[in-house]
């Protein structure tokens, strides 16, 4: 019995002691120190029913934005861009909630997510759950 414990523990103790240097990768303190966040553009995206508003939204490499979602529909909708969001650095990667690949906004809900994009391209955005009916947009980085 004693044997077959070790190898967990040993296990547990490398998976502790690897989680203090990786759990703070992305601080606001270590993306920009000295970045003005008070003075993010802002970047106002609404959900209603099916649709991004507006549904093309572009972005500039080192620029820090918030970027302000507000649901005006009558449905749960997402903000889901999982490339995008590899494409960025957050201040806020809470936001993000437990798998890192969307914003869920809840009926009459806001939620803002703060960011510098720091690689060039274009990204789709779906809502996840309503993609079948259009709830599509484009996400430029330049």
Not at 16 to 26: I, K, N, V
Not at 83 to 101: C, D, H, Q, S, W
Request: negative net charge.
């Amino acid at each position: 019995m004693r044997t077959a414990v070790r190898p967990r523990l040993e296990l547990a103790a490398l998976v502790l002691a690897a989680g203090p240097c990786c759990a703070d990768a992305q601080t606001p303190e270590r993306i920009a120190p000295d970045v003005d966040w008070a003075n993010a553009e802002i970047v106002a995206v609404t959900m209603v029913n099916y649709e991004f508003v507006p549904d093309r939204l572009s972005f500039r490499r080192g620029v820090p934005y918030r970027l302000h979602l507000e649901n005006h529909g009558s449905e749960i909708h997402d903000f889901s861009a999982p490339e995008f969001f590899k494409a960025i650095e957050l201040r806020n990667p809470e936001v993000l909630g437990p798998y890192a690949t969307r914003i869920v906004v809840r009926l009459n809900e806001a939620k803002d997510m703060d960011f510098i994009a720091t690689r060039a391209g274009s990204y789709e955005l779906t809502c996840a759950d309503h993609d079948w009916a259009g709830m599509t947009a484009r996400i430029t980085v330049e």
